[in-house]
């Protein structure tokens, strides 16, 4: 990744909600013209959104929800516990 790309990701979120000023955005707006993985990485990102926003909750099954569960706990009383 690139000097630039990386200058620019801290403030993909904001680019992305329209929370930066004009002249940030028109550089990021050219960055993405000319940079193939950082106009995938926008499009990845404006994909998740939308689905996170618009996305209906679908039930996972039982068993696999308690493992995930289970993982997390797991993970979670790991970092923590200390």
């Not at 620019?8 to 329209?18: A, E, M, P, Q, V």
């Not at 550089?27 to 926003?53: A, P, Y």
């Amino acid at each position: 990744m690139a000097g630039k790309c990386r200058e620019y990701i801290k403030d993909l979120s904001d680019y992305l909600d329209g929370d930066i000023d004009s002249g940030l955005c028109a550089e990021i707006e050219s960055h993405i013209g000319e940079c193939e993985n950082c106009r995938i990485m926008i499009d990845s990102l404006k994909q998740t959104v939308i689905l996170c926003r618009e996305g209906k909750p679908e039930p996972l099954p039982e068993a696999l929800e308690k493992r995930l569960k289970d993982k997390l706990k797991e993970r979670w009383d790991k970092k923590f516990s200390k």
